[in-house]
T-cell receptor
Framework: AQSVTQLGSHVSVSEGALVLLRCNYS??????LFWYVQYPNQGLQLLLK??????LVKGINGFEAEFKKSETSFHLTKPSAHMSDAAEYFC???????????FGTGTRLTIIP | DSGVTQTPKHLITATGQRVTLRCSPR?????VYWYQQSLDQGLQFLIQ???????AKGNILERFSAQQFPDLHSELNLSSLELGDSALYFC????????????FGPGTRLLVL
């Protein structure tokens, strides 16, 4: 079975500050890990994904995430927050032979001007 | 724009009724996934079709059914609707390989009164 846990349902950061959204995974097989973003009244858009190549993954809009097997983590970071980053962020996991995405509960990111 | 289209965007119906949600995948994608997003259950995988055949099943109620047609579009049928079925229903498509990105449509918002 696969699962992800997102710590913090709400995160607030000041504009220009570091964004850190936490995700820990559990998987009995090598995982594929994803971060999706959902803007209000929209669908989900892929930010980045880990598929067992490089452990540091760069995505769109300046986001990146690092796969740490020893910590079973895949935290999402951005060095400098922008007002347009305000959205809900979902971590998800899938695995070889099991393509369905299992999502975390989401983290709502608020940017303080 | 992800290339995945869903119709209708909004649906308001009454308890006990039946509705059909439609999804057209991205050009070339063989796999279609249905997900439900609700406040209490979060984002949950319902069912996956690959090239017309059911490939995986998640937490899909017996009152719900889906199919994928030869032109690869998919329909999700929800019957004997209950208040608790009110949710956002997403369709996603991919090539079907495990590590490949699932591209999400804009969703259908269902309100059961």
């Amino acid at each position: 079975a696969q699962s992800v846990t997102q710590l913090g349902s709400h995160v607030s950061v000041s504009e220009g500050a570091l964004v850190l959204l936490r995700c820990n995974y559990s998987s009995s097989v090598p995982p594929y890990l994803f971060w999706y973003v959902q803007y209000p009244n929209q669908g989900l858009q892929l930010l980045l994904k880990y598929t067992s190549a490089a452990t540091l993954v760069k995505g769109i809009n300046g986001f990146e995430a690092e796969f740490k097997k020893s910590e079973t983590s895949f935290h999402l970071t951005k060095p400098s927050a922008h007002m347009s980053d305000a959205a809900e962020y979902f971590c998800a996991v899938s695995g070889f032979g099991n393509e369905k995405l299992t999502f975390g509960t989401g983290t709502r990111l608020t940017i303080i001007p | 724009d992800s290339g995945v289209t869903q119709t209708p965007k909004h649906l308001i119906t009454a308890t006990g009724q039946r509705v059909t949600l439609r999804c057209s995948p991205r050009s070339g994608d063989l796999s279609v996934y249905w997900y439900q997003q609700s406040l209490d259950q979060g984002l949950q995988f319902l069912i996956q079709y690959y090239n017309g055949e059911e490939r995986a099943k998640g937490n899909i109620l017996e009152r719900f059914s889906a199919q994928q047609f030869p032109d690869l579009h998919s329909e999700l049928n929800l019957s004997s609707l209950e208040l608790g079925d009110s949710a956002l229903y997403f369709c996603a498509s991919s090539s079907g390989r495990p590590q490949e990105t699932q591209y999400f449509g804009p969703g259908t918002r269902l309100l059961v009164l």
